[in-house]
């Protein structure tokens, strides 16, 4: 069911194809490849001093506090999917399915509310890996606390802009003024996209310019599996 399919060599579109009515200005949602764009922004942050990996979520939105092991959970947590919150990726089917926690918050209109109420603990922060979207979301909520700017508005300046992009990208966000949806609903063209991968083929630098946006350091975290299967 591909939608698009472009094939880059040596940084230039070799092949391109497009499928089910779309076309090069379709818009198309990049789902859980946000999750990749999310930790761009994180490690960019992180590279620059402004955040640690050891920070807790909770250090730096304490308002979320819960007085059990969630407290624990870290940045580094957050990225190797290792903190342990209890909102498993199960996605039934049937209308039944929005009445589990992954369908709720991938929903809500109000993630702060969700958040609150979906604290529970499977598993000690750091004991297990389990594939997890709250944990991409919650890197979200901490991007846009410590920088005082959307996350949209943020990866504009220091990424999308940066690659290039051609046209604009749009991300979802719980509420209009909310909070973006950081493990899902980045959506753009398929060029654009490209860009992006092009980019972290490129260990972190844009090919025409020459800038480095993702550290060297970065593109190694990124690219060492923190759990092998």
């Given at each position: ?15 391109e ?14 789902y859980?490849v ?45 990225l190797?999917?290792n ?24 929903a809500?209109?109000?993630m ?19 594939y ?9 909520m ?22 290039g ?65």
């Open positions: 069911q591909t939608n698009a399919f472009l094939v880059i060599r040596d940084g230039k579109i070799t092949y194809k497009y499928f089910n009515g779309k076309s090069e200005s379709t818009v198309l949602p990049s859980s946000a999750k990749t764009m999310t930790s761009l922004v994180i490690g960019q942050l992180v590279d620059e001093g402004t955040l640690n990996e050891s920070d807790t979520f909770v250090s730096l939105l304490p308002e979320f506090k819960a007085g059990t092991s969630f407290d624990k959970v870290t940045i580094k947590d957050l190797d999917m903190s342990g919150i209890g909102v498993s990726d199960n996605y039934p089917s049937g209308p039944s399915g929005w009445g589990v926690a992954i369908a709720q918050m991938y809500t209109t109000d702060n509310w969700f958040i609150k109420h979906n604290r529970k603990m499977a598993f000690e922060p750091g004991t297990d890996g389990v997890r979207s709250v944990d991409p979301q919650l890197i979200g901490i991007i846009k606390k410590v920088t005082g700017q959307t996350v949209s508005d943020y990866f504009s300046e220091h990424v999308w802009k940066v690659v992009a051609e046209h604009d990208a749009t991300w979802n966000v719980d509420h209009v003024g909310g909070i973006e949806k950081t493990f899902c609903c980045f959506n753009a063209f398929a060029r654009d996209y490209a860009r992006i991968g092009q980019l972290i083929m490129n260990n972190g630098i844009v090919p025409e310019t020459k800038q480095q946006v993702i550290s060297t350091s970065w593109m190694k975290r990124l690219t060492t599996p923190v759990t092998r299967l």
